[in-house]
């Protein structure tokens, strides 16, 4: 396997999506509690990393083997396992390695800092595999959208807000609804890009029996959908702001907002994907940037 397929193979392109919660977790301590424990925070950042791409490794494994006969076309020439001839045998050791690492180092993590790190990991774990394993997988139902917000947006935020405030008395369940609040926007724009997609595979996730919540809001209530998981997100992070919780500097991120319209519009006049569906990532990554240098300005100059 070459480095460029090993990078497509763990979708190395979307990494921004668990790298931004991150940061944005680690803005959030420091900008409420001027205090960060570099070291767990670092070894968090490792496993989150292993354990994202062992996901994204699963995601391609999963639909590559419970693919029927029906599908082989799509197999041999869409699923990057076919199309590079990859052994799935060895596809699955990569995937179990991540993993195991990723979860011997969360085992650590949790010995140093205490149990609600387990339940928290163990929560995103599950969501991880199920999201394209199991009898029916996250990624062909309503919620998937829901999961995959929420899990790497808000829960990655949250476990690295804990892991610099476990050894105080400030992770409290206030707290835990000020970090969702704050983590709102990346929670939407993730969860948008996961429906952007769905949109885009519409047709192709129904030949596939996965009825996404596009199957049952129909294409343009999806649509509509998808340009207000901007507008939650953007008022969220208004609210944190109002809240105190985030930087004044952070509202410099709402220049953002022409250029998440265009794309929201571009979306709306065609959802095809290999012609639309990048504006959903850029959208992310757009969002990603100003979040961070804004709220990093504030950290700077008050």
Known sequence: ????????????????????????????VQANYQHVNWGVTALFFVAMLLFNMAVDINDNYQDYTKAGNQAAEWKKY?????????????IFALMASMAVVAGVIGLYLVWVTGWPLLVMGVFCFLVGYLYAGGPRPLSGTPTG?????????????LITVYLNLYQTSAFTWPLMGRVLLASGIAVMAIA??????????AAEDLSLNRKTIVYYLGKQG??????SFYVIGYLSLIVSVLLGDLPKWSLLALISVPL???????????????????????????????????????????
């Open 222 to 227: 999806a649509l509509w959908l998808f340009a």
């Open 78 to 90: 869409t699923n990057i396992i076919g199309v590079h001839h990859l052994a799935v045998n060895r």
């Open 260 to 302: 998440i319209v265009r794309n929201v519009r571009g979306l709306f006049r065609v959802q095809v994907k290999k012609e639309t569906f990048i504006l959903a990532v850029r959208s992310l990554g757009i969002l990603a940037l100003v979040t961070v240098i804004s709220e990093l300005l504030g950290l700077w100059l008050g």
């Open 192 to 201: 948008a890009l996961l429906l952007a997609n769905n949109i885009c595979d």
């Open 145 to 157: 959208e829901f999961f995959a917000g929420f899990t790497m947006g808000y829960m990655i935020m």
């Open 1 to 28: 396997m070459t480095v460029s397929t090993f990078l497509e193979l763990v979708e190395i392109k979307a990494k921004i999506a668990s790298v931004w919660p991150f940061l944005l977790g680690v803005i959030f």
